[in-house]
């Protein structure tokens, strides 16, 4: 069976959420309400961003600019993309956060040709607009990451999935193998879902020798 991985970004690929930072700098507004209302479910996380970074009036070197030397990134991301080319596995980022600072973080990594699916940002001196494409072409409110996982599924791939917080519970279910971290282990653990703790990227690629 061919073999895809499925990896979030923020808290996943990042050691922290990228997102948070911006936001904490630059939103115009009291988003960390927005933030707790996405946590005690009452918003979804699609509606967070979107609201969250409507807040941000700011152009898109401005952001870039801020978020040099800010990143750091999960240690092993290049064995990881490295083991997935020699064994013919496609790696995708499939991620809640918002493209323009994810490509940008993995063009300074040499890493611009993984292949990413996130929230479309458009500047606006009035507020930054953020909007969710699903793998059909279609807007979407919710659910991003399971659509994504539920299309891979439809392809014949044999999904292994990495992730680190709440909204990677719901894609990690459909998933062949999980590797889970923060919020998402926790979430495992507690509802007896397979998973395998991870670290590292380096963590990963041992285990996933053995699948």
């Not at 061919?2 to 930072?21: A, M, P, Y």
């Not at 300074?108 to 479309?120: K, R, T």
């Not at 409110?141 to 399971?146: H, L, Q, T, W």
């Not at 292994?160 to 889970?180: E, L, Q, R, T």
């Amino acid at each position: 069976m061919k073999t895809l991985v499925q990896c979030d970004f923020d808290g996943t690929v990042t050691e922290e959420d990228t997102s948070f930072f911006l936001l904490d700098a630059f939103a115009q507004g009291d988003w960390r309400r927005l933030l707790r209302d996405y946590k005690e479910h009452r918003i979804s996380v699609g509606e967070f961003n979107t609201k969250a970074f409507a807040m941000v009036k700011d152009d898109k070197p401005t952001l870039l600019e801020a978020l040099k030397g800010k990143v750091k990134v999960r240690a092993g991301l290049h064995e990881l993309v490295n083991y997935c080319l020699g064994e013919g596995f496609r790696l995708v980022i499939v991620s809640n956060g918002l493209d323009f600072y994810i490509k940008a973080v993995l063009k300074d990594l040499g890493l611009e040709s993984i292949e990413v699916h996130a929230a479309q940002a458009s500047f606006h001196p009035e507020g930054m607009k953020v909007q969710y494409v699903g793998p059909d072409g279609e807007r979407l409110e919710d659910g991003f990451k399971e659509a994504y996982t539920q299309s891979f599924l439809k392809l014949g791939y044999r999904v292994i999935y990495i992730g680190n917080g709440d909204s990677d519970v719901a894609p990690a279910k459909y998933a062949h193998y999980v590797f889970a971290t923060g919020d998402l282990l926790a979430y495992c653990k507690d509802n007896n879902l397979k998973y395998k703790p991870f670290e590292t990227f380096i963590d990963v690629v041992r285990e996933v020798n053995f699948m």
